[in-house]
């Protein structure tokens, strides 16, 4: 006879489902950002998503973070995509055929095992080691885990600060929107008007598969994307003579909040962190003499090729909020800049939007020109958190983990309503998410 006996089953919580997110994107050594839009793995996605996936599985986490530490360059520079091999060409643009790191990169030292892109992402990643380690400090030394991320994790910040000082004066710059990873913030339109778009002809979008056009970048946002990505290649991925250069405070922001987790992981291995925290107070200078504007009460971009800094708003010159060294008049005037007109923290708005709700750009669904992202919500939730600004950090924890939840974990929303734009199940909302819960 049957045993008609189903045991009622009570519905998955939060934080299950936010497990499960990052179970499906998971393909055996890393996590896709998401399965249809980004199929490969990215560099700053990674770090995000091994901060979250610590809650997890520390072994997965520790991974992940292996994985793409695996296809660092020679010259120290950790690529923005890690392409999968088993994944058709045509799924993700631009490709591997496009990038040709194992031809046009072997003078850097591209890897011949893998294929990747030749640009960057912000340096999130020795911060996620140190974060991944301390969730599970017993399995981490047993796999020597920071003994072999250390050494990788240094060279990392030794191309950056020597390579891309394109400015001279000690700060970090990136050479192609792509790599700040906020793709077509405003902040961009005056720098990348200069530059000449590659024919719409020349290139198939694979986003537009995906992704609704209006949630997206322009097609001319794209023939110039491609036109730097290309000459860049073309220059063998050298970093001087292009014709995009800005300082960027959140890229800036992160390698120092970086710096700082590195010198505790030298510490951990039994070596000298001080000189690693003192240079980390050094670029917190550098980032303050150069970026920060008083008038508007927070960081600005300085477009290096085009003369000086960019008026406007985005949340990335928010983010250095994150640096508990910051002086404490600038963590004050930025804290005031959150919840005033500009960004509306605790005010009209669920989340910290992109973009200045206030300027000219600001479009609520477009990717970087408006909508409110999980990771750069996350960012400020520490900062606020790290500077004493408890009930702030609470609230933007709770709506965070409320919309983060109830948008099937989305790629990011509308500011004002919370509607879902973009990828839903998407890794970095996740794992930020599980983070959050902990
Ligand atoms: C280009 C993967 C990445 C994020 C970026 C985000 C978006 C890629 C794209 O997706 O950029 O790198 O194709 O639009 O802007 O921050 O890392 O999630």
Redesign the pocket.
Known sequence: YEIAYDPPTAPPSPHVRAARVLAANWTGASTV?SRKL?PHQ?S??SAFIAIGLRHVSPARAQTELETLLAAQWADGRVP?IVFNPSVPLDAYFPSPDFWRSSTAGRAAGAPRTVQTSGIV?PPVHALAAWLVHRADPALSRSRGFLARVYPKLAAWHRYLLHRRDLGGAGLVSVVHP?EQ???NSPCWDAPLARITPAPARSFRRA?LDHGAAEDRPTDLDYGRYVRLAADYRDREYADDGGEFAVEDPAFNALLIASEHALARIAEELGAAGAARRERAERLTAALVERLWEPAAGMFLCRDLRGGGPRPERSVSGLIPLLLPGLPRDVAAALVDTLRGPHFSLGGRTRLVPSYDLLGEAFDPHRY?RGPAWFNTNWLLERGLRAHGETAAADALRTAFLDLADATGFAEYVDPYTGEPCGATGFSWTAALALDLYH
């Open positions: 950002p980004y990215w700053w996605d923005h992402q792509w990873g906020m793709d986003d970087w």
